[in-house]
């Protein structure tokens, strides 16, 4: 799946205003919080969110008095939140249009799921690469069971690719870019995959 198939979906999604009517997703925003306390208890204070969609966790960072920039590949999303006031813009997780070391804690979920396993380094440098080093990244992924396909039933068209990784097997991938400091995974009942939530000290 190229790029721009991957935007034309979100674009649709984002047009069909889906991801604005979601409502609390439990665990994963206990983790949030939890992520919001560590980065003020380490006296952090610009956080990065790749994939951020229409900036549905922006508000999590920004009451905790952090500043948040958002990338997400949709231009459709970048509109969508920036009509909330928050700070999207729209470009590529291979080439994030901010400075090399700009933030000094990041934010990704459920969007290195869409990289496959041979650029999965590349993506991950680049947003890294965003980073200062030791800078805490929490990633949120689909996963459990190693495959790649296509999801052929998927909401809107064109259907989207996912990568999804064996709990052992993405934290030897995300350790090639620093240290696991927490993984855990939990069974969401929405499916064969599990949660999974990482912790990557860069």
């Not at 009509?83 to 933030?103: I, K």
């Not at 041979?118 to 680049?126: E, W």
């Not at 993405?170 to 620093?178: E, V």
Request: charged share 30%; glycine share 12%.
């Amino acid at each position: 799946m190229t790029e721009r198939e991957l935007r034309e979906y979100y674009d649709r999604e984002a047009a069909a205003g889906a991801r604005l009517a979601r409502g609390s997703r439990g665990r994963r925003d206990r983790l949030r919080a939890e992520f919001v306390d560590r980065l003020i208890t380490e006296r952090r204070h610009r956080v990065v969110d790749i994939g951020a969609g229409p900036g549905t966790d922006a508000d999590a960072f920004i009451d905790a008095g952090l500043r948040y920039a958002g990338l997400d590949l949709s231009v459709g999303n970048a509109r969508v939140a920036f009509e909330a006031g928050r700070t999207v813009v729209p470009g590529s997780l291979y080439a994030p249009p901010f400075r090399p070391g700009s933030f000094d804690a990041g934010w990704t979920m459920s969007t290195l799921l869409h990289v496959p396993d041979d650029r999965f380094d590349d993506a991950v440098g680049a947003v890294t690469g965003l980073l200062r080093p030791g800078s805490p990244l929490a990633i949120g992924l689909w996963g459990g069971l190693d495959q790649e396909l296509v999801w052929d039933d998927d909401h809107y068209d064109p259907p989207r690719f996912f990568s999804v990784r064996a709990h052992d097997r993405i934290q030897a991938m995300l350790g090639r870019h620093g240290v696991v400091e927490s993984f855990e995974s939990w069974d969401t009942g929405r499916g064969p995959w599990d949660y999974q939530f990482t912790v990557l000290r860069v």
